[in-house]
Nanobody, 123 residues
Framework: QVQLVESGGGLVQAGGSLRLSCAAS????????MGWFRQAPGKERQFVAALNWNGYTYYADSVKGRFTISKDNAKNTVYLQMNSLKPEDTAVYYC?????????????????WGQGTQVTVSS
């Protein structure tokens, strides 16, 4: 069982930056693939970024060049650095973990989820 706890959300002006953190429990964190998803009001949860067990990353087109996913295995933590934020980035952001380590983009591909953290970008 893996527990995920996100932090770092908040209110920021357009053009600003935030760094989200996701602290994970469990001894096998380094072998998991990790993902970030987001869900805006009235919309489906969508893929943002993912990182596989050996560090390969993939991003949604809407955030490519602005967001960076990374992890620190020693701290069992995955991060999402968000720069040049836009009002359309406003959503609840969720951290997810996938056993097996392969990078995947689908909501149903992930086994564990955090509770989410709100990110609001004002114009």
């Amino acid at each position: 069982q893996v527990q995920l706890v996100e932090s770092g959300g908040g209110l920021v002006q357009a053009g600003g930056s935030l760094r989200l953190s996701c602290a994970a429990s469990g001894r096998t964190f380094s072998s998991y693939a990790m993902g970030w998803f987001r869900q805006a009001p009235g919309k489906e949860r969508q893929f943002v970024a993912a990182l596989n067990w050996n560090g390969y990353t993939y991003y949604a087109d809407s955030v490519k060049g602005r967001f960076t996913i990374s992890k620190d295995n020693a701290k069992n933590t995955v991060y999402l650095q968000m720069n040049s934020l836009k009002p359309e980035d406003t959503a609840v952001y969720y951290c997810a973990a996938r056993a097996g380590g392969q990078l995947r983009l689908g909501v149903n591909d992930y086994d564990y989820w955090g509770q989410g953290t709100q990110v609001t970008v004002s114009s």
